[in-house]
């Protein structure tokens, strides 16, 4: 089998792993067998040790195509590349904290309401591996037919375990990895770990060159702002994101899974794509099922990029199986349950008859004929080939109404899902009437290429530009009515910027909504919505997606309201401020100025401090002796008696009292609360 990139090993230049830097991307590397008599084994685990017994079963099940999917495909060799996600035990070995710790905290974020939010929470920075609420598993799964071996053949993955969604990654590294370990076994895994090990850290939202031999990947991670909190990504790392405004450079990442195929997936079903837009934007649970384990995942990727920038805090299982926990739980709910906002990719048509009562249901993909074997083709030129399983080709779906269409939407309706058990087809099932309307400008102007497959693929390309464009405008408006929630404010003329800045404006749902219902929804929504647009936004207030985006924005917009005052203090003539204050308000500004040198000393001390802290903290110690000296004597005298203040004030020659022109001098007597002891 022919590998792109071409990947040599020589055991001169092989490159030890380090356990503790491959934890900056990958948990771990996994080998797991089909076994006739016992199921799914791991036959190895790189580092071992690093998954409780419950993860474990998980990861195995999970790693390969439930046998319903596989359509007898008979060829010698049958390779595919798929992921699935899951959550971590709560008695995992991982972890800072205890498992009721982590409700805990889930507890109090959840349970917030969206009518008046009134404090964030900010993250703090931890070991990612060690704080992931989820893991991914990226698989490379072989299925070789032998009809010398017993029932005809074998199966074995070669997984890759990640607390990140780096699925531009993983992929193109299994497509080395996996046909390297066919070949030389384990020592693939040594190799394979031992150049992640030299690997950068992850930086969100950047183009990143990661060597693997003689090959160089060159992948773009996700940004920040769409990572979970969990992932240990902070607030203050996750500033760059600007939603709601509209990026001006459409090549930087600004959702997860920024490549997946969005065209490729739904090409059959392009008009419900807006349908599909809003039950993940107000979160509604969906099953997407599709022929093979790529196909569903792929699907569920691309339904989640579609709502890039915000951040998607639906649980999406690219490849959900009956083996995992959560499916006893999901199995057990009958009809008027609520289901649990999810996004659920499946390929065991089981799943029809045990959820049959979750409200929408995708079908997608084709099945693979039976006598096909599956190549690794590039998507785009110049990259790792990304893709292993292909999309029938198909014709756009913008047909004309026409008698027999119609017939068979009623009768594909009244059949159900169910129908899918005699023959896939691309439909969906779904009582939702959506708000958006599907744009025909943006299909019409994607393009069908007919039948070659080179063309096939700039094909897709340049439609999925078109496509995921498009609805990271949508998003983008949908969003920008909370702009001014966000706007952060500098210190006016005149006002000093030591004082603490004024909080930002509090947020009151019902408020909102009816200043939205007042003021309209804007140019851009209004072409593109029904009257009754306003719903959409109080299902999607009422969702789970709103209040993590929000709280994250205003959090970013917090931090980013600290760094224009922070920004201002630095610039200040603090010789012209106080020339202008009353004789009160210069005890409070030296009471502010210590608190902020305070505060950067600490950042220093623990380690925290910004590239330019320390002129900071020069630039408060300079403006504290400066307003120190303006002060009265006996002022002087008081605040001297506190040790810290005297220390930040030592070094300096015996301070004389500088009157302000036209100014007797003040006589306090007790020094401002706001001191620090």
């Known amino acids: 089998m022919s590998r792109s990139p071409s990947f040599s090993v020589k055991s001169e230049l092989s490159v030890k792993a380090d356990p503790d830097a491959m934890q900056r991307w990958v948990l771990a590397f996994c080998i797991i067998r089909f076994d006739l008599e016992q199921g799914q084994l791991i036959e190895e685990c790189y580092p071992p040790g690093c998954l409780t017994q419950e993860e474990e079963l998980e990861v195995a099940f999970s790693s390969f195509p439930d046998s319903v999917s596989q359509h007898q495909n008979r060829s010698s060799i049958h390779d595919c590349i798929f992921f699935f996600r899951f959550q971590r035990h709560k008695h995992s070995k991982q972890g800072n904290g205890t498992s009721s710790e982590i409700s805990e905290i889930d507890d109090k974020e959840t349970s917030s309401t969206p009518d008046e939010v009134k404090s964030i929470r900010r993250s703090r920075s931890t070991d990612i591996s060690k704080s992931s609420k989820y893991l991914y598993g990226y698989v490379f799964n072989r299925q070789r037919h032998d009809e010398r071996l017993k029932r005809g053949g074998e199966q074995k993955s070669v997984v890759i375990l990640s607390h990140g969604p780096y699925y531009s990654v993983f992929r193109p590294l ?35 060159e990661l060597p693997i031999g003689n090959a160089m990947l060159k992948v773009s991670l996700p940004p920040a702002h769409s990572l979970p909190l969990e992932s240990g990504i902070s607030y203050e790392e996750s500033a760059s994101s600007m939603a709601p405004f509209l990026p001006s450079n459409p090549s930087v990442p600004q959702g997860l899974f920024h490549d997946s195929d969005i065209f490729g997936t739904f090409r059959g079903l392009l008009l419900q794509l807006w349908l599909l837009w809003e039950l993940l ?50 199995n057990a709910l009958q ?49 790792i080939p990304a893709k292993q399983e292909g999309f029938g080709l198909q014709q756009l779906s913008l047909k004309k109404f026409s008698p027999s269409s119609l017939f068979n939407a009623v009768k594909l309706r009244r059949d159900g899902p169910l129908c899918l058990m005699t023959e896939h087809k691309e439909a969906i099932w779904s009582t939702y009437v959506a708000t ?17 497959p080179r063309v096939e693929e700039s094909m897709s390309v340049v439609n999925n530009e078109i496509l995921r464009r498009h609805f990271l405008e949508l998003t983008t408006n949908f969003l920008a009515p909370f702009g001014p929630y966000f706007r952060a404010t500098t210190p006016s003329e005149g006002s000093s910027p030591y004082a603490d800045p004024p909080p930002l404006p509090p947020f009151n749902a019902d408020d909102f909504l009816m200043s939205l219902s007042a003021r309209g929804v804007g140019k851009f929504l209004s072409k593109r919505m029904r009257s009754n647009w306003l719903d959409l936004y109080r299902r999607f207030l009422k969702g789970p997606n709103f209040l993590p985006w929000f709280q994250r924005r205003l959090a970013i917009a917090e931090n980013e309201q600290h760094r224009l005052w922070r920004q201002a203090r630095m610039k200040t003539d603090i010789h012209l401020l106080i020339t202008k204050m009353p004789e009160l308000e210069i005890v409070d500004c030296f009471n502010a100025i210590e608190r902020h040198l305070l505060g950067e000393m600490q950042l220093q001390q623990s380690g925290r401090a910004i590239s330019d802290s320390a002129a900071m903290c020069q630039k408060l110690k300079g403006d ?37 022109p036209g100014r007797p001098s003040i006589q306090v007597g007790v020094v401002s609360s706001n001191s620090p002891r």
């Open 436 to 452: 958006t309307k599907p744009d025909t400008s943006i299909l019409n102007r994607l393009i069908d290429a007919g039948m070659s």
């Open 335 to 383: 009809e008027g349950d609520k289901y649990p906002p999810m996004v659920l990719g499946v390929t065991n048509l089981f799943f029809l008859k045990a959820l049959r009562y979750i409200p929408h249901i995708v079908s997608v993909g084709s099945p693979a004929p039976s006598s096909s074997r599956v190549t690794i083709a590039s998507r785009s030129t110049g990259r």
């Open 281 to 330: 934007l107000i979160g509604e649970p969906i099953l997407i099922i599709a022929p093979t384990p790529p196909q569903c995942c792929e699907a569920v990727a691309s339904l989640v990029s579609l709502v890039a920038p915000l951040l998607c805090s639906v649980d999406f299982r690219p490849y959900f199986t009956i083996h995992d926990p959560d499916f006893a739980q999901l």
């Open 624 to 660: 504290l002796q400066v307003v120190f000296n303006v002060l009265p004597n006996d002022m002087q005298q008081l605040l001297l008696l506190n040790p810290q203040r005297a220390a930040l004030l030592q070094g300096s020659s015996s301070p004389e009292l500088t009157k302000l």
């Open 174 to 208: 299994l497509q080395i990895m996996g046909p390297l370990y066919f070949d030389i076994g384990r020592k693939a895994i040594e190799h394979i770990a031992g150049y992640v090990s030299l690997w950068p850290s992850p930086v969100p939202g950047k183009l990143m």
